[in-house]
T-cell receptor, first 110, second 113 residues
Framework: GNSVTQMEGPVTLSEEAFLTINCTYTATGYPSLFWYVQYPGEGLQLLLKATKADDKGSNKGFEATYRKETTSFHLEKGSVQVSDSAVYFCALSNDYKLSFGAGTTVTVRA | DAGVTQSPTHLIKTRGQQVTLRCSPKSGHDTVSWYQQALGQGPQFIFQYYEEEERQRGNFPDRFSGHQFPNYSSELNVNALLLGDSALYLC????????????FGPGTRLLVL
């Protein structure tokens, strides 16, 4: 079956620090991979995606590379801001349904 | 361009009651998926509707049912509510041609007492 494992949080950082959130997956076939972000009291927003091996998704300074050999899709940002405080979800798509990780709560302090 | 909209935003029910949640997809989208997100967890797939039929279903009991209308909007119905049904219910829409990329609404928070 499909499953996603994320680095457990919570993660607390200072502004301008480097952020990494680890994500590994198990899937049949060749899934697409996603990162979604959820701000307090809101739904999920698509942050970035990659549809095949070695693809790099990027948006708003965040990046993640689809690594088939290590079945990973780690999220990185070089310099975080207070506004990046949110819950981040790694997800994979197989047969059009999304399977999510448990989420990682990130808090950025000024 | 309106995104995915859901109603109501919040709902309180008691055990044994029935509830209906509604979703309007993003303009141009024809596929609607429903997810349940319990507190502190990732969303879990309930089912997906396309061309007014249930195309896929996750591991949820038959108490959870749905419908899609000709205008692509959708309803999620839950019968015989249990305390454990308390959660954020998220609707996501996509276009068949790119069904993998799903856009989410703000959700309906259901509390069962």
């Amino acid at each position: 079956g499909n499953s996603v494992t994320q680095m457990e949080g919570p993660v607390t950082l200072s502004e301008e620090a480097f952020l990494t959130i680890n994500c590994t997956y198990t899937a049949t076939g060749y899934p697409s991979l996603f990162w979604y972000v959820q701000y307090p009291g809101e739904g999920l927003q698509l942050l970035l995606k990659a549809t095949k091996a070695d693809d790099k998704g990027s948006n708003k300074g965040f990046e993640a590379t689809y690594r088939k050999e290590t079945t990973s899709f780690h999220l990185e940002k070089g310099s975080v801001q207070v506004s990046d405080s949110a819950v981040y979800f790694c997800a994979l798509s197989n047969d059009y349904k999304l399977s999510f990780g448990a989420g990682t709560t990130v808090t950025v302090r000024a | 361009d309106a995104g995915v909209t859901q109603s109501p935003t919040h709902l309180i029910k008691t055990r044994g009651q029935q509830v209906t949640l509604r979703c309007s997809p993003k303009s141009g989208h024809d596929t609607v998926s429903w997810y349940q997100q319990a507190l502190g967890q990732g969303p879990q797939f309930i089912f997906q509707y396309y061309e007014e039929e249930e195309r896929q279903r996750g591991n949820f009991p038959d108490r959870f049912s749905g419908h899609q209308f000709p205008n692509y909007s959708s309803e999620l119905n839950v019968n015989a509510l249990l305390l454990g049904d308390s959660a954020l219910y998220l609707c996501a829409s996509s276009f068949t041609g790119s069904a993998e990329t799903q856009y989410f609404g703000p959700g309906t928070r259901l509390l069962v007492l």
